[in-house]
């Protein structure tokens, strides 16, 4: 008996459920941007070139660890820095020149 009661109130609760739940999806869903044709053309800013670290950053994601010493190199010297070049040769497992970083 009681799986059966177990049986018929699980897809009222759903329902209910879904019905508390309508007005927030509702709400949330924003309408299309639409640009108006008096506003003129859209500007767009072009971005700075990335910087060595970033770039070094980026090599290291690709598992491409000389390629990012290379460039962790070029970068202004940091502890930041240093700390991800000596990760790149630890991962290249190059400990012998990892321990100076």
């Not at 019905?19 to 003129?40: E, N, Y």
């Not at 962790?72 to 070049?85: D, I, L, P, Q």
Request: hydrophobic residues 40%; charged residues 15%; proline residues 8%.
């Amino acid at each position: 008996m009681c799986k059966l009661d177990l049986l018929r109130t699980l897809p009222i609760l759903g329902w209910m459920t879904l019905a508390a739940a309508a007005p927030q999806i509702a709400l949330s869903q924003t309408p299309s941007q639409t640009q108006d044709a008096s506003a003129g053309p859209a500007v767009t800013v072009p971005s700075p070139p990335p910087t060595h670290e970033e770039l070094g950053d980026t090599l290291s994601v690709h598992r491409r660890y000389q390629a990012a010493i290379e460039e962790y190199g070029k970068a202004t010297s940091s502890a930041a820095v240093w700390n991800k070049m000596g990760i790149a040769y630890q991962m290249m497992f190059n400990l012998k020149d990892g321990y100076g970083f």
